[in-house]
């Protein structure tokens, strides 16, 4: 009896859990190296955290957002707007070629600090992670769970380009959940 793709990534997932915590803590974003335009200002993800829950600003946010005429609100906005998102075929559906042109773009707007390799990878397991609990992502809750402790965000490109995630996933869920309903019926034929 073959084990259905659900089973495994339980099992993979439980496994990568179990690895963790075996090794340590898991790395995750303490730092966002919040960028407008030439400006660029490293902000502990814990003062963002605070404007997404109460919109009170830090004194270094609160410079950064004043220099460059930034509203407090759009940003807090941003923060908390939730992208609704499938987890069961987030996974599949970037990792695909029109996947991977997704993550290329949303990872001109938010990437690991100093060059490091693999921001892809990282921004996948990040959504995957933020939709993990509730099939939906914030800007804040993708934040908190990058594998990354610096990551940096273009302030200035990503509060349009945040917004345009939903309407380029959507296509690709639909075309997961497609390939999924054919895989689940070839494996109760071959049954």
Excluded: C
């Excluded at 807090?76 to 695909?96: G, H, I, K, Q, Y």
């Excluded at 996933?169 to 309903?181: G, S, W």
């Amino acid at each position: 009896m073959s084990m259905g793709w659900k089973h495994w990534a339980l099992w993979m997932g439980g496994l990568a859990t179990g690895w963790v915590g075996l090794s340590g803590t898991a790395i995750a974003a303490e730092t966002v190296v919040l960028t407008y335009g030439f400006l660029s200002v490293d902000i502990p993800i814990e003062d963002l955290q605070t404007l997404s829950d109460t919109g009170e600003t830090s004194d270094e946010l609160d410079r950064l957002l004043d220099v460059t005429s930034q509203d407090p609100e759009v940003l807090r906005t941003t923060l908390n707007e939730p992208v609704e998102l499938n987890s069961s075929f987030l996974d599949m559906a970037l990792s695909s070629p029109p996947g991977d042109w997704l993550l290329d773009q949303l990872g001109e707007m938010i990437q690991p600090a100093s060059g490091e390799a693999g921001g892809r990878t990282a921004l996948r397991a990040a959504l995957i992670g933020a939709a993990a609990d509730d099939n939906q992502v914030t800007l804040m809750e993708l934040m908190r769970v990058y594998p990354s402790s610096e990551i940096v965000v273009k302030g200035d490109r990503v509060v349009e380009g945040y917004s345009q995630l939903y309407e380029a996933l959507e296509p690709l869920l639909d075309l997961a959940a497609i390939l999924q309903t054919a895989r689940e019926s070839t494996n109760e034929d071959a049954e």
